[in-house]
């Protein structure tokens, strides 16, 4: 017994089994994308991290490593807080086994791997976003929709998991509910700064990581935010509509007074040339008068004369 205990602790170094926790099915779409997290023990906090792509780890191949940069098909991500590094495959074509692994300067490389299952329609189990953010204190709901059979679980990754309708992960209620044909929803509840992490839709043999992460920030907060928000647009939009009443106003008043001065304008112009029509025909008429006297004066000297 003794023997046997001594073997499986030397396997354990020699191929790292529980060095590296990840998943080991997903069900993914084609061309689509799927993020992967790999746990790692806190000895590993500063070594380098990689993925590799490979039916076997003697003929897998680099992928992408935390030392070197991201390409468009593969990036990584090293959280050491959380002793977690994150693997994204994009535009998935193929469907193939892969390989979380950490480098070890002097020994043999510890890994893990997990295969993704490439289908052309729905995969077979899947969420609606592989990132979600509640608030302290309250609670989040993730949908996990399926087409498989087997048990349903929620699982936190590299700890307890939760297969009844009801239980709890590092002091977070969880429930989950069939809510309806080929879908079951998980509700956390009580969310703590702690609970952040990554956890897993479960079932049968398929795992669907979700990263969960908690803001110590209330959704009063934002709410009010938001509300102040809405008031501060509809506070402006009620100035600009004061203001485009009152420029319209003004205009108005603008037109109405040239219109009202022209008038006037017309009307005294018009009371001008009757005048001066008036003082012309008068001088006219003194003018003829004059003439009509003298002319009188004129035929009585000639008739003096003769």
């Keep these: 017994m003794a023997v046997h205990l001594s073997f499986l602790l030397i396997l354990t170094g020699l191929t790292g089994i529980h060095s590296i926790t990840t998943v080991s099915r997903v069900s993914v779409k084609a061309g689509g994308s799927i993020s992967i997290p790999c746990l790692y023990d806190s000895r590993y906090v500063n070594h380098v991290k990689y993925l590799c792509k490979g039916s076997t780890w003697s003929h897998c191949t680099f992928a992408v490593r935390t ?6 098909k593969f990036s990584i991500a090293d959280d050491k807080t959380q002793r977690t590094f994150t693997v994204t495959v994009n535009d998935l074509r193929d469907e193939g086994y892969y390989w979380c692994a950490v480098e070890i300067n002097e020994g ?11 289908t052309r329609g729905t995969p077979s189990l899947t969420v609606d976003h592989q990132e979600i953010t509640g608030f302290k204190g309250h609670h989040i709901t993730i949908n996990c929709y399926y087409s498989n059979r087997g ?12 297969t009844t ?3 709890s992960i590092d002091g ?3 429930t989950i509910n069939a809510s309806g044909p080929n879908v079951f929803t998980v509700t956390m509840s009580g969310l703590k700064t702690e609970s952040s992490g990554w956890y897993q839709c479960v ?31 509809n506070r402006t939009g009620t100035i600009i509509r004061l203001s485009l009443l009152i ?20 009307a005294e112009s018009s009371a001008t040339t009757m005048v001066e029509e008036e003082v012309t025909e008068m001088h006219i008429r003194k003018t003829s008068d004059e003439v009509e006297v003298k002319d009188e004066d004129v035929l009585a000297q000639q008739q003096q004369n003769l």
Aim: aromatic share 10%; proline share 2%; hydrophobic share 35%.
């Design 67 to 72: 030392d070197q940069s991201n390409s468009k």
């Design 108 to 118: 043999r490389d510890i890994r893990e791997y997990f295969h993704l299952s490439v």
């Design 151 to 162: 048990e349903m679980k929620w699982c936190r990754l590299g700890r307890s998991c939760v």
């Design 165 to 167: 309708s009801s239980g």
């Design 172 to 174: 977070t209620r969880v």
């Design 203 to 233: 079932k049968g043999d398929l795992q669907m990581p979700v990263h969960v992460t908690v803001q110590s920030t209330t959704k009063a907060t934002p709410t009010v935010q938001g509300e102040q928000h809405s008031v501060s647009v």
């Design 247 to 266: 420029f319209v106003v003004m205009v108005t008043l603008f037109i109405w007074f040239m219109f009202k001065r022209h008038k006037q304008n017309k």
